[in-house]
């Protein structure tokens, strides 16, 4: 089951990735399209786009025949449908697959019986009744705090860091073995540690998030300060820059496509980790309400939280790439 | 004759995996104040490894190199570098990009609005005012190759070094440059040495050409002096005897006398 899910996911993801992309090309190719209705418009289509003073007399010339033909707009639909259709259908896919295994019954829910527990969990996400009853929506909230802090205090060390290892050969022969050792390490074996030194739950569960996050950070950060183009540094070299100016106006910049790299996979992973640690620690948040849930033996709600889950997850990973997309576009 | 920039006895030798690799032995050369001077020869035959060494960018194994009788001992900013490839930063303006420089250089003993009126100057000089806010990828690659040169010269470098800076354009864009190399050394006397493979361009811009043999252990093979009066027009020049006998001797030089490139090569 899980492996359909994966395949499933898998063929959603790509399709909506390349969406965004098409659908940028389609206005550059519209101009190219009203041609396509025929020859004898592409003359007073191009006209329109170098005469805009022309361009209420051309529109006349040019919308009936648009209209008339129809080509351009039922490609656009099929373009369309070609980026939506796909998904939906593995979507439908993988709901009629757990419908027909939870046909007969069993001890888990149904899509219907799901669908009918997330309306009534989702009428009223922030409801508070006591400390360990709390609507979904503070779990999610409570869970994306404790990312966001362990993320943040890891962005703040592991950049910096993995600037400095990035600049110095030394530092990086010294410290990298200590890297390769650390990081396969399961965040969840450093909770223990983290409890007992914060003495608490909740801290506990951001150091773990801290200790996953810092490694994707200080590895990406150190790589793509290697990588900076030898043109670039022998620009600061020819003009003896300051080593302020050489982070600030060469490095940084260079780097910046590599750290958000660190950030999005560093980000992914707190987010798979997050759920575990909740898990162990108990409080509020989306991991301890799955393990309260199954307490409750309520099946319908954990499917529920899956999806929220991945849903939460997928958000944050698109609105990462969408920023790196746009510093990178800036900066470039 | 003054003695501005001296090169005596230096060689360069890289350690490879394969073991110790001679790229130049025995340069001596003395460069004028105020010269223009053109290094040529068969790709590989160590012009940019010399003209790294007079940045400053590599130090030689042996030899000496001295500016104004001062070992060059490292890069800096009293040495212009004009890249093969521009190396402008990507994500700074054409402005941006020569500010760095000038802000560098003047920043500790002028104000900011100085500053950005020497940038402006040094973008005015290349011709660019128009395209000044714009950035690197914004613009072609003439006009990239032309902020390099603005953002060398708006140091005041006592020494202008240019890599192949036309190599990578066409000839009728190469030609432009030129051109406006020949005006702006003329207006700043700048001293210049230059990287190029293109015999024309070293007949029509050079004070001397400084013919090398070819690599491994490459060094200066002969050294031809220019003698055209300046300013140079070439148009006139193409017709003129005295550059078409120079044009000659390059060309004697780099395919009969070192004719066997390509079997060093292989």
Known sequence: MSAVTMGGDFGTEKPVDRAPSHRDTVPVGNINEVPLGGNTHSKPGAEVAAEPAKEKKMEKATTPPLQATGSPFGEKLGGLGRAILPPALGMMVLIGIWYIATMKGGSIPGPVQTWDAAAALFADPFYRNGPNDQGIGWNVLASLQRVGIGFGFAALVGIPLGFILGRSAFLSAMVNPIISLLRPVSPLAWLPIGLLVFKKADPAATYTIFICSIWPMIMNTAQGVQRVPQDYLNVARVLALSEWKVVTKILFPAVLPYMLTGIRLSIGTAWLVIVAAEMLTGGVGIGFWVWDEWNNLKVEHIIIAIFVIGIVGLILEQSLILLAKKLTKESS | ?266
């Open chain 2, 1 to 266: 004759m003054e003695k501005f920039v001296q090169i005596e006895k230096v060689g360069q030798t890289f350690d490879t995996k394969k073991g110790k690799f001679v790229a130049l032995r025995d340069i001596d050369l003395t460069i004028r104040k105020g010269e223009f001077i053109a290094l040529i020869g068969h790709s590989g035959c160590g012009k940019s490894t010399l003209l790294n060494l007079i940045a400053g960018l590599t130090l030689p194994t042996t030899g000496v190199l001295l500016l104004e009788d001062r070992e060059i001992a490292g890069p800096g900013p009293e040495r212009g570098v004009v890249f093969q490839n521009h190396s402008l930063l990507p994500w700074l303006t054409c402005f941006e990009n020569v500010y760095l420089a000038v802000e560098r250089v003047f920043g500790a003993k002028e104000g900011k609005a100085k500053l950005k009126e020497r940038t402006a100057a040094a973008i005015s000089l290349v011709g660019l005012d128009h395209a000044s806010a714009k950035y690197p990828h914004e613009i072609s690659g003439g006009m990239k190759q032309r902020v390099g040169i603005a953002r060398a010269l708006s140091m005041e470098p006592k020494v202008l070094l240019m890599d192949e800076p036309f190599g990578a354009l066409d000839a009728l864009t190469r030609a432009k440059l030129q051109d406006e190399l020949m005006r702006i050394c003329e207006a700043t006397k700048a001293t210049t040495v230059m990287v190029t493979h293109d015999v024309d361009e070293a007949v029509l811009l050079s004070d001397r050409i400084v013919m090398m043999t070819n690599g491994p252990a490459a060094t200066i093979g002969e050294i031809l002096e220019v003698k055209l009066p300046r300013p140079r027009e070439r148009l006139i020049l193409a017709h003129d005897p005295a550059y078409i006998d120079y044009r000659a001797a390059v060309l004697e030089f780099l395919y009969e006398k070192q004719a066997h490139v390509e079997k060093m090569a292989a």
